[in-house]
């Protein structure tokens, strides 16, 4: 942890070795990929968006040998190391891996942990806790989503393992910024079939966001899941609330207006076009 003007931050480092979530990875990084998340986190935090932070790169003398575009052509690189920070690393899929074996008591008491740390609105004795901390979830995540769209930016890689349950932008692998509205834009040269196309970002929240609420699920009473449900649910209509509040402060739309929703999207039409 790393402390300053009373708040705390997780430290860790990108790209220095094998860990115990490295899988089949050599858990290294190399310096292209290493300078562009440095770059857009910070990036990210000056546009307003909630990000992990980088504190630091180092260049290492290891070389790293990578497959950039998926070819089979593997070239040699050089190895770097960020290290980043954010208040919490925990993510959606931190609370999957212990519902889907079973580990309902180390899942309530990790969830109790995030909560007395991260979410100062729920409160730790309420029966309805989990249920609150879900709701919470929901539309932070929407109202991120919906500033990613704000700025062009996609995430290569959405999936539960890179969403954070802090609804912060986390874990840069692939991604991009649109240079021109296009719904079909695909940061990920991987990613043949478009699943996480800039246009499905939302859908994929939604998706992500139905996981959490599997896993949840076993700590609920039956009231409880019901309204959960009802939550989720309505994580469109918050999200696209949000984004529509974005782009008419874009576009210097003051009160309401029943033209302005068609007036928005009228113009990504046309930036479409162009």
Same mark, same amino acid.
């Given at each position: 942890y790393?402390?300053?003007?009373?708040?705390?931050?997780?430290?860790?480092?990108?790209?220095?070795?094998?860990?115990?979530?490295?899988?089949?990875?050599?858990?290294?990084?190399?310096?292209?990929?290493?300078?562009?998340?440095f770059?857009?986190?910070?990036?990210?935090?000056?546009?307003?968006?909630?990000?992990?932070?980088?504190?630091?790169?180092?260049?290492?003398?290891?070389d790293?040998?990578?497959?950039?575009?998926?070819?089979?052509?593997?070239?040699?690189?050089?190895?770097?190391?960020?290290?980043?920070?954010?208040?919490s690393?925990?993510?959606?899929? *931190?609370?999957?891996?212990? +519902?889907?074996?079973?580990? =309902? &008591?180390?899942?309530?008491?990790? %969830?109790?942990f995030? /909560?007395? @740390?991260?979410?100062?609105?729920?409160?730790?004795?309420?029966?309805?806790?989990?249920?609150?901390?879900?709701?919470?979830?929901?539309?932070?995540?929407?109202?991120?989503?919906?500033l990613?769209?704000?700025?062009?930016?996609a995430h290569?890689?959405?999936?539960?393992?890179?969403?954070?349950?802090?609804?912060?932008?986390?874990?840069?692998?692939?991604?991009?910024f649109?240079d021109?509205?296009?719904?079909?834009?695909?940061?990920?040269?991987?990613?043949?079939?478009?699943?996480?196309?800039?246009?499905?970002?939302?859908n994929?929240?939604?998706?992500?966001? *139905?996981?959490?609420?599997? +896993?949840?699920?076993?700590? =609920? &009473?039956?009231?409880?899941?019901? %309204?959960?449900?009802? /939550?989720? @649910?309505?994580?469109?209509?918050?999200?696209?609330?949000?984004?529509?509040?974005?782009?008419?402060?874009?576009?210097?739309?003051?009160?309401e207006?029943?033209?302005?929703?068609?007036?928005?999207?009228?113009?990504?039409?046309?930036?479409?076009?162009?």
């Open positions: 790393f402390c300053r003007h009373g708040e705390r931050w997780e430290l860790q480092l990108k790209g220095s070795g094998k860990t115990p979530y490295s899988r089949n990875g050599d858990g290294r990084a190399v310096l292209r990929s290493s300078v562009r998340e770059l857009c986190s910070e990036a990210m935090h000056y546009l307003g968006i909630p990000t992990s932070r980088a504190a630091s790169l180092v260049v290492s003398d290891d790293v040998w990578r497959d950039q575009f998926y070819n089979g052509n593997i070239k040699k690189e050089r190895g770097a190391i960020v290290l980043r920070l954010a208040k690393w925990f993510r959606i899929g *931190s609370l999957e891996i212990l +519902a889907h074996s079973g580990e =309902l &008591d180390l899942q309530r008491r990790l %969830l109790d995030i /909560i007395q @740390e991260h979410f100062p609105s729920v409160a730790l004795n309420d029966s309805n806790r989990y249920l609150d901390f879900f709701s919470t979830v929901v539309s932070e995540t929407a109202n991120l989503i919906a990613w769209m704000s700025v062009g930016f290569g890689v959405c999936n539960t393992d890179n969403f954070s349950l802090l609804s912060i932008t986390i874990d840069y692998g692939p991604f991009g649109m021109s509205y296009d719904p079909n834009f695909v940061p990920n040269t991987s990613d043949d079939e478009g699943r996480y196309k800039i246009g499905n970002q939302a994929v929240g939604l998706f992500n966001l *139905s996981k959490l609420l599997q +896993a949840l699920k076993p700590l =609920l &009473d039956p009231r409880q899941k019901q %309204l959960a449900s009802q /939550i989720l @649910e309505g994580y469109g209509e918050c999200y696209y609330m949000r984004f529509t509040e974005l782009f008419k402060t874009k576009l210097g739309l003051l009160g207006n029943e033209d302005d929703n068609y007036l928005i999207a009228f113009l990504l039409k046309v930036s479409l076009l162009c």
